[in-house]
């Protein structure tokens, strides 16, 4: 019997176990994928959001501001990758200058710091790639970047050292409570019991509020496409440059982001279909022009890889996140589309409380409860790799040529329970370069097999039926 359950390990989720694990609790997280972060988690943006895209009167303008000031101490607890380099929103009319001036305007209001107007000339003080047409905008020093997958893994990863049980492949079908406790049921028939639940399934929250008899509501994807240049473009800008945004989207951005590498996207359309991650030739020229417009070294000749993910939108187009009226102990934590990667530390924290006001009594644990985890190997000295060559050669036999990954911290991946290729891909980087894997992912394969025993034709990209190999491997050997 687990005092709380939470369903889907997106940032949403894994934040909320996080919190509750600082507490005397038997907690559970349940995720239908076969890794952490596989949702809406792993295919954002990366941006920590300046506080002024929304009104006041939004949850998620306030969890925004909250969310964005705690990044500091999460990284010193955490080790994640994070850059505080400022946004910049930039116009290039004087019409579009008046929804520069509300957006400030809207940042005062939330209680941001530091914003600062800025003309022409600051602004290419602060970012000398900005196109010279540009007429004014705004600089909110308080914006930054993070790599979302470290941050959603590292955070599991403490909240798992700290008592935390990570049940993947748990695909939540149903949920019953039966006056003193819920019985959530997987897919395959397993049974989970828990005091608390709190549903933080991403895009498929709505379904999951269905078949736990409580609120019904629609989850609408908007989705949005992606597109990451090499590491070498020479158009990566300094800071995070946003245009003026429309009706439904903050714009289509150029971003630094905290890996190295740069991105242009994201678009905003509406969709059915909750699968549909495909990007398209058509979407890719029209982002090209419009950031071109902001930053005219991007070029499509830059492109090394496409992705597209879907924001989980509600109808009111606000966070949803409440205690259920309609069923007992159940937490909605609905809706979180952009910024709710900026938001989740402020999520895990609202969440916490709203589970202590329904009854869940919480004990703060005593000692150092929030083990840090760091992955700081890439920022090491060249004489520090020799000291770890010495200790284990692994250190310097490089596997990814492309983000220079080594055997070792593949191993130190599967190690920490990442076996899929995607799963060692978001941990390490090693296939997110350049060849985008043409010549690591085979050497991968290898090492999780000769480390874990699998089988190469059983391993998959990410579990499920996403096989790499079809049919039947004769004699290979891992080295
Ligand atoms: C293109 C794009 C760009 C974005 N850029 C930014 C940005 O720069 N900054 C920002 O702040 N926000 C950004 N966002 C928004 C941000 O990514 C999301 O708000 C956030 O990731 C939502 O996290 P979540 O945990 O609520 O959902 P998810 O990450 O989707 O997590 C939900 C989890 O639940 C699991 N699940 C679903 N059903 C079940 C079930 N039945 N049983 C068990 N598990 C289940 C899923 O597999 C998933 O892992 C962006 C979003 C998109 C799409």
């Known amino acids: 019997m687990y005092d709380a359950a939470v369903i889907g390990a997106g940032v949403s989720g894994v934040s909320t176990a996080w919190q509750l694990s600082h507490y005397e609790l038997k907690i559970a997280l349940l995720e239908k994928c076969a890794d952490v972060g596989f949702g809406v988690s792993k295919a954002n943006s990366g941006i920590v959001h300046g506080g002024f895209h929304h009104p006041v009167s939004t949850l998620k303008a306030r969890l925004e501001v909250r969310g964005n000031l705690m990044f500091e101490k999460l990284q010193y607890e955490l080790g994640f990758p994070f850059r505080r380099d400022g946004i910049l929103v930039v116009a290039f009319t004087p019409e579009e200058m008046v929804t520069v001036q509300k957006l400030y305007a809207q940042g005062l209001a939330n209680g941001v710091r530091n914003l600062e107007m800025c003309g022409r000339d600051r602004l290419l003080q602060l970012e000398p790639k900005l196109n010279h047409e540009v007429?004014?905008?705004?600089?909110?020093?308080?914006?930054?970047?993070?790599?979302?997958?470290?941050?959603?893994?590292?955070?599991?990863?403490?909240?798992?050292?700290?008592?935390?049980?990570?049940h993947c492949d748990f695909k939540v079908a149903s949920g019953e409570f039966d006056g003193s406790h819920w019985t959530l049921t997987s897919a395959t028939g397993e049974k989970i019991k828990a005091r608390y639940v709190v549903n933080a399934a991403g895009l498929f929250a709505d379904e999951i509020s269905r078949n736990c008899g409580a609120e019904e509501f629609k989850i609408i994807p908007r989705k949005g496409e992606e597109y990451l240049l090499d590491r070498e473009s020479p158009a990566r800008p300094k800071r995070v440059i946003f245009p003026v945004p429309t009706k439904t989207s903050k714009g289509v951005l150029v971003i630094p982001t905290a890996e190295g590498t740069t991105m242009i996207g994201p678009t905003a359309e509406l969709t059915e279909d909750k699968d549909d991650v495909s990007t398209s030739a058509d979407r890719m020229k029209q982002i090209v022009a419009q950031v071109r417009q902001?930053?005219?070294?991007?070029?499509?000749?830059?492109?090394?890889?496409?992705?597209?993910?879907?924001?989980?939108?509600?109808?009111?187009?606000?966070?949803?996140?409440?205690?259920?009226?309609?069923v007992p102990n159940f937490v909605q934590v609905a809706g979180i589309q952009s910024p709710g990667l900026t938001a989740s530390p402020a999520i895990g924290e609202y969440v916490k409380d709203i589970l202590r006001d329904a009854g869940l009594k919480m004990m703060e644990k005593g000692g150092d409860y929030t083990l840090p985890h760091r992955h700081e190997i890439r920022h090491e000295t060249p004489e520090s790799l020799d000291a770890l060559h010495e200790k284990d050669p692994r250190w310097t036999h490089v596997v990814c040529r492309c983000e220079n990954i080594s055997e070792a911290?593949?191993?130190?991946?599967?190690?920490?329970?990442?076996?899929?290729?995607?799963?060692?891909?978001?941990?390490?980087?090693?296939?997110?370069?350049?060849?985008?894997?043409?010549?690591?992912?085979?050497?991968?394969?290898?090492?999780?097999?000769?480390?874990?025993?699998?089988?190469?034709?059983q391993l998959t990209k990410k579990g499920g039926g996403s096989r790499l190999l079809s049919g039947k491997l004769g004699s290979v050997s891992v080295k």
């Not at 930053?295 to 509600?314: E, Q, W, Y």
């Not at 891909?425 to 090693?430: E, I, P």
């Open 294 to 326: 902001m930053v005219d070294g991007i070029s499509a000749r830059d492109i090394i890889t496409s992705f597209a993910g879907l924001r989980p939108v509600l109808e009111s187009e606000d966070f949803y996140i409440e205690l259920s009226k309609k």
């Open 409 to 457: 911290e593949i191993i130190e991946a599967i190690r920490h329970g990442h076996t899929t290729l995607d799963g060692i891909k978001f941990y390490t980087r090693a296939g997110m370069g350049r060849c985008q894997g043409g010549f690591c992912s085979s050497r991968i394969m290898m090492i999780v097999s000769r480390e874990t025993g699998i089988p190469m034709e």
């Open 135 to 166: 007429v004014g905008g705004f600089f909110a020093p308080g914006g930054g970047t993070i790599e979302p997958y470290r941050y959603v893994f590292s955070m599991v990863e403490s909240a798992r050292k700290n008592g935390v049980e990570l």
